[in-house]
């Protein structure tokens, strides 16, 4: 019988019988959906890995095992899955993260991805084996060390051979519980819940919880008269002995739908009056056993129903039994708007096949509206005519699947969905489209592995669709006071024997003074942060109210969040040249130019040379070397002479290099336009 339903020969004469609807991941185990709990290629998936792929996916962190016929994720990875696929459930969710963790859909196809969710649906979080516990996995420290550890952080004391909570946390506990359990106030306390073990977090709860506790007989002690009396009057209880009781076989049938829906034995024992007092702890784990092997048995007779305790107990149960029923018909109506069809038909022929009729609360149509299932779908799906058909439909797909798989390995040579429509009609005499050929390529696992996706490249787009600033100075690069706008940008300096090291300079785009110029053998994030922090703060109290711009171009390290972050920290705005276009940036390039004409870096052999030479060149390039397009000065004596200006002095210096950017701009407009006449010639 399905796990939550009463039993069919159970009475229905005094109150009426009510079927109960087992869990969605009962429904689902009813099923036969091939899904594994450690996330393998599923069968569906119906290809194998090729030894450039299996090379490839052993080298993400993602990934813990990776075999040509088996793929299994890391346990930290795949909570991290569930976690933002519980947001919102569906196969689109799971096939975004793996594609932006490295893992593209195209090489582990929809079979892989849908066994996944079907996991997640059955099992809910991950499990890391039988101890589930990621510390299992990824804490390799002793039981020594572990020990060392919470002692350390004051909580815990030594206790024989082994430790146990002191005294004084658990007097700090006491004020705490229950109002916030023992494993938030151990997070709280920076105490992983997972390190103190379960059985020392129990053990004190039970400690607690001692008062409330009923007392339990000692091993050896016997019943007191006063229990046997009550006991024998029990409807569920057998027979009376001195030392246990002994239950009858209709309680552990009775209870066998509610222990599988979740409810404790002591919660069993409460909802049949039976006092938790009258059973050891040895007692209990035997009736634990006996439920859950407990046989039908023969329906009570009329007497029992005489018996006002037993009709309490009974309408007691049923109420639990309508409780856990609704919440059945609440989970399998939630999960059915995400599921697949098949999955749908094998809930419909379960739904179809539950008994219906006087003797039961709920007729057909009401398990459907309950369910939210439409009642035309359910009759269309469910019918012989629909079966025939579905059949066929399938056995015409499997058709069409092997000719695509027939012209897919004809020649050889590795084809996409363009090359097989056009090479179907002589290789498998069929003609399909192109829609339908990528529908049953993805279905049967069959990827081309010719110019698949680059994750790099789709996460870097993404970057510029969120993260591009505006160009703010759209070359006015002079038309500002100095120490307001700063333009920067990283080159490679190639040294040495084959050595390569990376620049990150930054200029003032007004004076033309070189601000920073960090050196590093890296091209990564810290190269271009250490240039920004070496910038002035724009919250400095000389001038609270106006803003300094950095002026970049469109480099993957400038669209990066903790750049952006620590720049907006810092008060600074962001301001990005056109992608492609240098000459939105053309100062620092051409500083760039000068700088590698005249410093002699590529003589030097290792890197503290190099930047010993960048160092002095830089001294040398602000007060030393002269600009011819700053009245012929270095860019130190420049900025002195724009700042010993009065603002009369200043506003004639403007409307000069207004001229000027009028007139450059007017040149740079002529130049397009021929641009385009001569375009393709």
Known sequence: MATGALPKEAPTSTMRRIKMVPNWRTTLRQCPTPVGHHFYVGKSMRKKFTSEEIKYLASLPEVKQVTENKLILTFSFREKLYSIWREAPGMSVIRKTLAETGIPYSLVGKGYVR??????????????????????????????EINSLLIGTGCFEIKGKGITFSR???????????????????????????????????????????????????????????????????????????????????FYWEAKALEAHGMTITEILQLFELPDGWFRPSSRIRIKYDIRNAVPV??????????????????????????????????????LGSSDPETCLRVYEWVRDIPTGEKYQDSLSQILLKLGICRSRFYRMCSDAFKAARKSRMEKEKQDLEAVRKTSEYGGYPKGSRQIYMQMANVANRHMSRRKIRKLMKKAGIVCPVRKANASRQKAREYLKTHVKPNLLRRRFRLNRPGKVFLTDVTYLDYGENQRAYGSACKDSVTGEVV?????????????????????????????????????????????????????????????????????????????????????????????????????????????????????MTPRAYREYLLNMNDSQFSVWMEEQEKYYAEMKKRAEQRAVERARTLGV
């Not at 009396?229 to 002995?241: C, F, G, S």
């Not at 023969?298 to 309408?315: G, H, K, Y």
Request: with cysteine; net charge neutral; charged share 30%.
């Open 298 to 335: 023969n329906p009570p007779d009329e007497l029992a129903w005489n018996n006002s305790q037993f009709v309490r107990i009974q309408r007691r149960r049923l109420i639990r039994l309508e409780q856990f029923a609704a919440q059945g018909y609440s989970e399998i109506r939630e999960k």
């Open 115 to 144: 066994d996944l969710h079907k996991n997640f649906l059955q099992f809910g979080a991950p499990r890391n084996g039988k101890l589930c516990s990621s510390v299992r996995e990824e804490n390799t420290e002793s039981k020594s």
């Open 168 to 250: 004084d946390y658990i007097r700090k506990l006491t004020d705490r519980y229950p109002k916030t359990s023992i494993e938030d106030c151990l997070r709280q306390d920076g105490i992983d819940p997972q390190l103190v073990g379960y059985q020392r977090i129990y053990a004190l709860k039970r400690k607690f919880e001692q008062e409330s506790i009923p007392e339990r007989r000692p091993r050896g002690e016997n019943l007191t008269s006063e229990q046997i009396e009550a006991a024998q009057n029990h409807p569920y209880i057998l027979r009376v002995p001195r030392k246990q009781i002994v239950l009858c076989p209709d």
């Open 516 to 632: 920073d110029f960090t050196i590093r053998s890296e091209n990564d994030l810290n190269l271009v942060k250490e240039t920004l922090l070496a910038l002035p703060d724009g919250q400095n109290e000389s001038m609270p109210d106006e803003k300094l711009i950095l002026h970049s171009d469109q480099g993957v390290l400038y669209l990066t969040d903790e750049f952006q972050n620590t720049a907006s920290s810092r008060n600074l705005t962001l301001s990005m040249s056109k992608r492609g276009n240098c000459w939105d940036n053309a100062p620092q390039e051409s500083f760039f130019g000068h700088f590698k004409d005249e410093c002699p870096y590529k003589d030097c052999s290792t890197l503290e040379e190099v930047r010993t030479a960048v160092k002095e060149y830089v001294i040398y390039y602000n007060t030393q070397r002269g600009q011819w397009n700053r009245n012929k």
